[in-house]
């Protein structure tokens, strides 16, 4: 099935470092979603981006989505322990139906 | 506002027999998805309903596996005769009905099913 390409796959980092992830398709998605997962949780919606060039923060985490439609970038500044866990991306082609195609995620780990 | 609530959060169940996953949605939300995910991997779209409806099934496998959305109740992710591959943690989403843009869905915690 349709899959998006997330990279890189994993992340080991220090504490205060920045983090930036990304995703491309080679489709045209009309949104862009990133997500956190936890273990033994469901994703939690960390920032949705809707127009082509959008750059939008959320505290500590900017995502840019593509002027292509086809990609986005995550960046998380300042990193803290609780960052941890796995970041998704995930691209709907937008109207009543709110399917979502999903990257593999970024398994993030931070050094304290 | 309760978000939404998938039970049971664990399921295990022998080769062949049923697995019945089941997600009520949050309050006013008449639109549900069901998503699949594998170790290590990301969630795969499975089926979209409405109420009483589906509308697009897409991700489905086309032997075994069932869903609905009735009037009333939960909705119902049915897996027959299950095998040790459909072990995986099974992820509901819920959304409002469409009304322009920025609504987007919200997840459960899952229904991680084991295949013994």
């Known amino acids: 099935g349709q899959q998006l390409n997330q990279s890189p796959q994993s992340m080991f980092i220090q504490e205060g470092e920045d983090v930036s992830m990304n995703c491309t398709s080679s489709?045209?998605?009309?949104?862009w979603l990133w997500y956190k997962q936890e273990p033994g949780e469901g994703p939690v919606l960390l920032i949705a981006l809707y127009k082509a060039g959008e750059l939008t923060s959320n505290g500590r985490l900017t995502a840019q989505f593509g002027i292509t439609r086809k990609d986005s970038f995550l960046n998380i500044s300042a990193s803290i322990p609780s960052d941890v866990g796995i970041y998704f991306c995930?691209?709907?082609?937008?109207?009543?139906?709110?399917?979502?195609?999903w990257g593999l995620g970024t398994s993030l780990a931070v050094n304290p | 506002n309760a978000g939404v609530m998938q039970n049971p959060r664990h399921l295990v169940r022998r080769r062949g027999q049923e697995a019945r996953l089941r997600c009520s949605p949050m309050?006013?939300?008449?639109?549900v998805y069901w998503y699949r995910q594998l170790p290590e991997e990301g969630l795969k779209f499975m089926v979209y309903l409405q109420k009483e409806n589906i509308i697009d099934e897409s991700g489905m496998p086309k032997e075994r596996f069932s869903a609905e959305f009735p009037k009333e109740g939960p909705s119902i992710l049915r897996i027959q005769q299950v095998v040790r591959g459909d072990s995986a943690a099974y992820f509901c989403?819920?959304?409002?009905?469409?009304?322009?843009?920025?609504?987007?869905?919200?997840f459960g915690q899952g229904t991680r099913l084991t295949v013994v």
């Open positions: 489709s045209i998605f009309n949104t």
């Open positions: 309050k006013g939300h008449s639109h």
């Open positions: 995930a691209g709907q082609v937008g109207g009543n139906n709110r399917k979502l195609i």
């Open positions: 989403a819920s959304s409002p009905p469409w009304q322009g843009a920025n609504t987007e869905a919200f």
